[in-house]
């Protein structure tokens, strides 16, 4: 029997541009993409997650995602999250979300003010969350970065705070943006909304040099097929 493809909303705002990328990987990897207009008060019915992909919204005016925790679809996706919904996102979705105050700390300037656009070594440091299930505690994956605004800061407080809580998921082994703690992705204390600087969409073809963005991507397709299928039990 084949299994139920989950409805997941790719929010799009003014300069996005990884949106089709995210929404070609969703797919592939067995779920329902379906583009959100910024703009949108409400998320599509039978939204079983979302997804912020990467880009440069609002032209990253002001600071990165700093304009787009004010569109109408990051309050719905607030609501969506505040009902336990999964919410993953990516580069500029993380941004996004930690200025939203929906994870803990910032994005700013890389190191050396370069933009980093390479593939990096992660290591995976939990595998019980929506977004790493598929994956093993200490396993090493290989998934593209691409930014100039990707360096992960939180104060020596925030960061005790993060380790022991133990919301720090991903970390480089090869820090390329000089990340606080070699911090890459982090998740809410909740554990339902996971921000990651890497990009896995651009990582589950062979094609592509490695397949383990589809780790990633696949972990949020089984989240929201097994939160689908609990809203119709």
């Given amino acids: 029997m084949t299994e139920p493809r989950p409805r997941i909303a790719v929010l799009v705002f003014p300069g996005s541009n990884d949106e089709q990328d995210a929404a070609l990987a969703l797919e ?27 880009g440069f919204s609002y032209g990253d005016y002001l600071r990165c995602g700093a304009l787009a925790r004010f569109a109408p679809a990051l309050e719905a996706t607030r609501r969506f999250a505040a009902d336990g919904g999964p ?3 990516i580069c500029n979705g993380f941004q996004i979300l ?6 803990p700390g910032v994005l700013v ?13 992660l290591r995976v440091e939990r595998a019980d969350t929506p977004f790493t299930s598929r ?18 800061f939180a104060d020596p407080e925030l960061l005790r705070e993060l380790e022991a809580s133990r919301q720090v998921v991903l970390r480089y082994e090869d820090n390329p943006n000089g990340s606080v703690a070699d911090i890459a992705g982090v998740v809410s204390a909740e554990g339902n909304v ?3 600087m890497p990009h896995p969409e651009h990582a589950v073809h062979p094609l592509l040099g490695s397949t383990d963005g589809a780790l990633i991507i696949g972990s949020l397709v089984d ?10 039990a």
Avoid: Y
């Fill in 109 to 121: 300037r890389n190191s050396g003010l370069r933009f980093t656009c390479l593939d990096v070594p």
């Fill in 98 to 103: 930690c200025e939203a105050g929906l994870l």
């Fill in 28 to 54: 592939t990897l067995g779920a329902e993409p379906q583009l959100v207009w910024h703009a949108e008060a409400s998320l599509p019915r039978a939204t079983a997650g979302v997804l912020l992909p990467g």
């Fill in 194 to 196: 996971m921000g990651l």
């Fill in 87 to 89: 919410v993953l996102g």
């Fill in 135 to 152: 994956c093993a505690e200490d396993q090493r994956l290989v998934i593209p970065v691409k930014n100039g605004e990707g360096c992960f």
């Fill in 223 to 232: 989240a929201a097929r097994s939160r689908s299928l609990a809203a119709v």
